[in-house]
């Protein structure tokens, strides 16, 4: 029978049960368990997907779900292998069986995609993640390797450089990790405490260690509001000072404008001041791949406060290869 017909006939019952439907559309291809072993009569280019794990089912928000299975993997950029249902199916079956895929996890330890906020330049997100990040700050650069541990842990090691005409461009490296302390699906927000240390490398001429706190929250899915509080203890010189960052974003689909601002508190000197209008842009049709334009303009602190661009690229290479999805 086609998959048109078993649609048009589950139409007619009207079931509510997502795993009803299920069985009926995907477990030929994806298993009766759903974790990608389809049956002996199925022959398919690239291996289904294993859509029973935790690791697979979370990371990415329910519209992203409902829209693979409404549009098929083609309009995604994946494979032909996965049709697209929404023709025959109707928006409330659609949601049914991306529920019940999603509900097999059966674990509330892992954050939700809903929760998974855009990147900004200023603020750490608190979504535990699987990125690599390139950001060129005016004159200065980071290299981004952050990985996912299980359902609320992180790690991330980063390097620098700068081209500025001094004898030495590698700037230091750094290491961190974050854990999720809490997070609410019905509140749309997440929490995470997080550490980085930074060695007496290239140009860092001291141990610093940086304790932060991080949270994301999208009140009535109206806005998306990001903060951090970072404190700063440096080798020799104890507690250096803080460091409270905020930014405010509008979800527009594929282009997010967003504003961040960073308030820096040392214990000695003067305090700064800075702003951060930014365009975040979806670049790939699967949304692994995204880019950030904007720039640094400092309002208050030491002279010479001049505007800087800056500009990321992000992978997020736990959703798909780089050159997939597009």
Not at 214 to 240: L, M, N, R
């Amino acid at each position: 029978m086609s998959p048109f017909a078993i649609l048009a006939a589950f139409a007619l019952q009207s079931p509510d049960s997502g795993a009803e439907l299920y069985h009926a559309w995907c477990a030929a291809c994806h298993g009766q368990d759903a974790q990608g072993t389809p049956a002996a009569s199925v022959r398919t280019t690239v291996p289904p997907a294993d859509l029973a794990t935790c690791a697979a089912s979370t990371p990415e928000p329910a519209e992203r779900w409902r829209g693979v299975v409404a549009r098929g993997g083609a309009a995604y950029g994946l494979s032909l292998d996965m049709p697209a249902f929404g023709e025959a199916a109707t928006p409330e079956q659609i949601r049914w069986v991306v529920r019940y895929v999603r509900s097999l996890c059966g674990s509330a330890a892992w954050p939700p995609g809903e929760l998974n906020f855009p990147r900004g330049f200023l603020v750490e997100k608190a979504f535990p993640e699987n990125e690599v990040v390139l950001v060129n700050h005016d004159r200065e650069q980071n290299y981004i390797f952050e990985r996912r541990f299980g359902a609320r842990f992180q790690i991330e090691a980063e390097a620098r450089t700068a081209f500025d005409g001094a004898p030495n461009s590698f700037d230091g490296a750094s290491l961190a990790g974050k854990l999720d302390l809490w997070h609410s699906p019905q509140a749309l927000a997440i929490t995470t405490l997080g550490l980085e240390a930074t060695p007496r490398l290239g140009r860092q001429d001291r141990w610093e260690v940086e304790p932060f706190l991080a949270f994301g929250w999208s009140p009535h899915e109206v806005v998306t509001v990001q903060g951090q509080i970072v404190g700063t203890w440096e080798e020799q010189a104890g507690i250096a000072g803080f460091e409270y960052r905020l930014g405010v974003a509008k979800d527009f689909g594929r282009v997010i404008p967003m504003v961040e601002a960073g308030w820096v508190v040392p214990r000695q000197g003067d305090h700064a001041l800075s702003f951060y209008p930014q365009l975040w842009m979806q670049l790939s049709r699967l949304g692994h791949v995204a880019g950030s334009i904007g720039a640094e303009l400092p309002a208050v602190g030491p002279e010479p406060r001049r505007p800087k661009l800056i500009a990321f690229l992000l992978w997020d290479f736990g959703d798909a290869g780089l050159f997939k999805g597009w």
